[in-house]
């Protein structure tokens, strides 16, 4: 019974996408030809996003690089900096201890 319906099913959307080509293909012919129609549907599709292709292009290019080193050597820069001047951090161990995990997450640990 499933099986039908899925087949039946396929069968009705398939219709409906050949009546529906071979309707629309009457108004196709007034677009003009299929590179037109093409240009038409990828500024549909990719809007105005072509327009940034360029400065894309020059950020890829020419920025890129300097951008990523400086992260690569501005983040740990700033990290060694702030150990320098602050130091590192140092925990009493003989105070009450506070415990993060129950006693069964512990042992099953």
């Known amino acids: 019974m499933q099986r039908g319906f899925v087949f039946v099913f ?3 959307c398939l219709f ?3 009546f529906t080509s071979i309707s629309c293909a009457g108004d196709g012919a007034t677009l003009g030809s299929s ?3 093409y240009k ?3 500024i ?3 809007g105005d996003w072509q327009a940034y292709g360029e400065i894309f292009t020059l950020l890829q290019g020419k920025w890129f690089w300097k951008i990523f080193l400086a992260v690569i050597t501005g983040i740990p820069a700033v990290f060694l ?3 320098l001047i602050i130091g590192a951090k140092h925990f009493d161990h003989d105070g009450r201890k506070i415990y993060f995990f129950s006693l069964f997450i ?3 640990h």
């Open 35 to 37: 590179a037109d129609y």
């Open 10 to 12: 396929f069968l009705e």
């Open 40 to 42: 038409q549907l990828i």
């Open 81 to 83: 900096l702030h150990y």
């Open 16 to 18: 409906l996408f050949v």
């Open 106 to 108: 512990r042992i099953v």
């Open 44 to 46: 549909y599709i990719t």
